[in-house]
């Protein structure tokens, strides 16, 4: 994940809407792991582990589309 230049949000946005991850809570909070946080998702060491463990089992890849556009490939 640290050398992923895609937002954790957004990576973590796609999971969900896949039903790979689930949790329930406002769009708006700072970190979708932790509600209420003050810290953001591109901070967030348990969002970072947790990406980095799907992505280690091979469950997506970041991928790059047209224009420059990334993509979350499962």
């Known amino acids: 994940m640290k050398d992923i230049v ?6 973590f946005e796609a999971l969900q809407e896949a039903g790979m991850v689930s949790f329930d809570g406002p769009k708006g909070d700072f970190c979708l792991m932790h509600l209420g946080a003050s810290h ?26 047209n224009k420059g556009e990334q993509h979350v490939c499962m």
């Open 6 to 11: 895609t937002s954790r949000r957004f990576i």
């Open 40 to 65: 953001d998702m591109e901070t967030c060491s348990t969002a970072e582990e947790l990406l980095q463990q799907l992505m280690d089992q091979g469950w997506f890849e970041i991928g790059e589309g």
